[in-house]
C-alpha cells in the first residue's frame, strides 16, 4: 500500500517564492488524491501493491492492461511529487548553485549553470498544458526533458535528479498564468544539496 509522505518541511517555509495555501492544496489535495487512486487501482494486486513506486513505473508492462492507464498516471504523480517535494528547501538551508561534481557536469554539458537555467525554463515554457520539466543523469551526462502530464523519464528508462511541476495547480494561486515567474521564483527554493546527492547516486 502507498501511503502520503509528510512535507521535509512546513507549509510555509518556501514562502515568499511558494505560498503556504499553494502547499496546502497541493500535497493534502493533489498528492493525496494520487495516492488514494493508486491504491484504489491496484486494489487486490497485492504484489503490485508490494513494489515500490519508482519500481512500478518503470515497468508497466507488468501491470494489467486494464488499470494500466490508471496506475501510470497516479503512481506517476506519486513519484514525481515525492521527487519535488524533497527538491525543494526553506532559505536557511539553501545554496544558490550546485558545487562539486553536478556544477562540473552542469558546465560541461550546457556551458555554464546561467545557460542550464535558461533551457530548463525554456523546456518548462515549451511544455504545452501540464506535464513536468527535468534534468537527467545518463552516466554522467546531463540532459533535459519535459514529459505530460504525470509521466517521468523512469517511464523509458530515464534518470532524472530534478524535476519542476509545472501544472497550473502548483503556481495559479500566487503567480495566476505567469508560468515564467513561477519558474524563475522557484530557483530560490531548490535543494542542490539534495539533487548533488542523487547525480552522485547515478555516476
Known amino acids: 500500500m502507498f501511503i502520503l509522505p509528510e512535507l521535509p518541511y512546513a507549509y510555509n517555509a518556501l514562502e515568499p517564492y511558494i505560498d503556504e495555501r499553494t502547499m496546502q492544496i497541493h500535497h493534502d489535495k493533489h498528492h493525496a488524491a494520487y495516492v488514494k487512486n493508486l491504491n484504489d487501482a491496484l486494489s487486490g494486486q497485492e504484489a503490485l501493491l508490494a513494489l515500490p513506486a519508482e519500481t512500478l513505473i518503470a515497468d508497466?508492462?507488468?501491470?494489467?492492461?486494464?488499470?494500466?492507464?490508471?496506475?501510470?498516471?497516479?503512481?506517476?504523480?506519486?513519484?514525481?511529487?515525492?521527487?519535488?517535494?524533497?527538491?525543494?528547501?526553506?532559505?536557511?538551508?539553501?545554496?544558490?548553485?550546485?558545487?562539486?561534481?553536478?556544477?562540473?557536469?552542469?558546465?560541461?554539458?550546457?556551458?555554464?549553470?546561467?545557460?542550464?537555467?535558461?533551457?530548463?525554463?525554456?523546456?518548462?515554457?515549451?511544455?504545452?498544458?501540464?506535464?513536468?520539466?527535468?534534468?537527467?543523469?545518463?552516466?554522467?551526462?546531463?540532459?533535459?526533458?519535459?514529459?505530460?502530464?504525470?509521466?517521468?523519464?523512469?517511464?523509458?528508462?530515464?534518470?532524472?535528479?530534478?524535476g519542476l511541476d509545472v501544472w497550473e495547480h502548483a503556481y495559479y494561486l500566487k503567480y495566476q498564468n505567469l508560468r515564467a515567474e513561477y519558474i524563475t521564483q522557484w530557483w530560490n527554493v531548490v535543494s542542490w544539496a539534495v539533487v548533488e546527492k542523487r547525480y552522485a547516486a547515478f555516476l
Open 60 to 162: 508497466l508492462s507488468k501491470v494489467p492492461e486494464s488499470i494500466r492507464i490508471k496506475v501510470r498516471n497516479n503512481a506517476g504523480g506519486h513519484v514525481n511529487h515525492t521527487m519535488f517535494w524533497e527538491s525543494m528547501t526553506r532559505q536557511s538551508d539553501r545554496k544558490s548553485a550546485p558545487s562539486g561534481a553536478l556544477a562540473e557536469a552542469i558546465n560541461a554539458a550546457f556551458g555554464s549553470f546561467i545557460t542550464f537555467q535558461e533551457k530548463f525554463a525554456a523546456a518548462g515554457m515549451g511544455r504545452f498544458g501540464s506535464g513536468w520539466v527535468w534534468l537527467n543523469a545518463e552516466k554522467g551526462t546531463l540532459t533535459i526533458s519535459d514529459t505530460a502530464n504525470q509521466d517521468n523519464p523512469v517511464m523509458e528508462g530515464g534518470k532524472p535528479i530534478l
